[in-house]
């Protein structure tokens, strides 16, 4: 049951040691849908890179349609736990509980200020050519891009930034928030958890680093899909848990 969000609640502060909970919580709730969890997990990876090879506005949208799948997925994650199935129509339940508008405000926001992150990261290092790279759709022009180091040097600066606004899907969907209101709570929510929320952080740079930084890293990419998304909403029941209804 969705409840209509009026007021801000008092903010808990978590300890550090809370990230490695969420972390195995994560590992276990996998576990229970190990395949399902996977191949839904992928789909919206499968859509961002298929809108990316339309220069501009098919990269734009792939910053803002693989979310709405995202917040389906975590929407079935919480219905699983009452039911104990984890339906495949859940990444397109927004449109069916008519929560589709709301979701697209926040998905409009969110995406884009992470990938406006990414971008200013890797130009800062190299200049206009990402835009060109990136944003147009000319790397045969930039050869000199297409390397390992790179790739990280344009996903990773997203991280602490995906995680600060990272419960704000979970504010709007699970406690009818409005897309602005839900941005606020999760920045100062994990703000005010900055120690655990930085330990969670960390972990993710640590492996998605590793993944995209080595040799053919890019498979070992696909099993940390489903777990990450396993520990957002892990990390949302602790928070949120720690609130009033």
């Known amino acids: 049951m969705v409840a209509v969000f ?8 978590l300890p550090a040691h809370r990230a490695w909970r969420w972390c195995l919580d994560g ?23 298929a809108l990316q090879t339309i220069p501009v506005v098919g990269m734009v949208l792939s910053k803002i349609l693989p979310l709405l799948l995202g ?14 199935v984890l339906r495949w129509s859940c990444l397109f339940d927004l449109c069916r509980a008519g929560s589709i508008l709301p979701a697209l405000g926040l998905a409009a926001i969110q995406g884009p200020v992470v990938f406006v992150v990414q971008l200013a990261g890797a130009m800062a290092v190299h200049g206009w050519p990402v835009v060109d790279a990136v944003v147009l759709g000319n ?12 790739a990280c040097l344009l996903i990773l600066p997203g991280v602490p930034v995906a995680v600060l606004l ?28 900055r120690a655990a929320f930085g330990v969670f952080a ?18 070992l990419l696909l099993p940390l899909l489903p777990w990450m998304c396993a520990c957002a909403y892990m990390a949302w029941k602790d928070v949120d848990g720690a ?3």
């Open 6 to 13: 009026d007021r801000p609640a008092p903010v808990p502060c």
């Open 27 to 49: 590992l276990r709730l996998w576990r229970r849908f190990p395949l399902r969890l996977f191949l839904l997990s992928l789909l919206p990876m499968l859509l961002e890179g």
């Open 71 to 84: 917040f389906g997925l975590w929407r079935g994650l919480a219905e699983s736990e009452a039911t104990g």
């Open 139 to 150: 790397v045969a022009a930039h050869r000199e891009l297409v390397t390992r180091s790179f």
């Open 166 to 193: 990272g419960l704000a899907p979970m504010y709007l969907l699970f406690r009818g928030a409005s897309p602005w209101q839900a941005l606020r709570c999760s920045v100062r929510n994990v703000w005010r958890s």
């Open 202 to 219: 960390l972990v993710q740079l640590v492996l998605l680093g590793g993944a995209v930084g080595l040799p053919f890293g890019m498979v």
């Open 243 to 245: 609130f009033p209804a």
